[in-house]
């Protein structure tokens, strides 16, 4: 017996850790899928589950192609609600109301009385500066 490791052998090991990877990726995002699914009840997202762990290569066949479009959809909505979250936290942590918000605020205390002309002007300068 030869002991001999050659190149094709480093180029089918690979091969096959590659292959193992991917099947490792698309078992999660299956999983990941299924249980964020809002759509799909308990039992069903439980089947679904039982169906991949007891027949792993049919079970994600079937998945793909049963609910793989609407897999894709969801990857697709849940990245932009991210998105806006992120957005919305940015805007809510920086407080940015923005110069035109600022000059209504002071306009509202102005008028309720608050602030006097001569305050609501030196406050609008800096505020415009």
């Given at each position: 017996?030869?002991?001999?490791?050659?190149?094709?052998?480093?180029?089918?090991?690979?091969?096959?850790?590659?292959?193992?990877?991917?099947?490792?990726?698309?078992?999660?995002?299956?999983?990941?899928?299924?249980?964020?699914?809002?759509?799909?009840?308990?039992?069903?997202?439980?089947?679904?589950?039982?169906?991949?762990?007891?027949?792993?290569?049919?079970?994600?066949?079937?998945?793909?192609?049963?609910?793989?479009?609407?897999?894709?959809?969801?990857?697709?909505?849940?990245?932009?609600?991210?998105?806006?979250?992120?957005?919305?936290?940015?805007?809510?942590?920086?407080?940015s109301k923005g110069v035109s918000g600022e000059l209504r605020e002071l306009a509202v205390l102005r008028d309720s009385g608050v602030?006097?002309?001569?305050?609501?002007?030196?406050?609008?300068?800096?505020?415009?500066?």
């Amino acid at each position: 017996m030869s002991d001999d490791f050659g190149l094709w052998d480093v180029i089918v090991s690979m091969l096959w850790f590659m292959l193992l990877i991917a099947w490792i990726w698309l078992f999660i995002s299956i999983l990941s899928d299924i249980f964020r699914d809002r759509s799909l009840s308990g039992g069903a997202k439980a089947l679904w589950t039982l169906f991949l762990v007891v027949m792993p290569w049919i079970g994600a066949l079937v998945y793909l192609i049963v609910r793989g479009s609407e897999m894709g959809e969801r990857t697709v909505r849940d990245a932009q609600e991210r998105e806006q979250q992120f957005r919305d936290y940015v805007q809510e942590a920086a407080g940015s109301k923005g110069v035109s918000g600022e000059l209504r605020e002071l306009a509202v205390l102005r008028d309720s009385g608050v602030l006097s002309p001569a305050e609501y002007e030196q406050a609008k300068q800096k505020v415009l500066a």
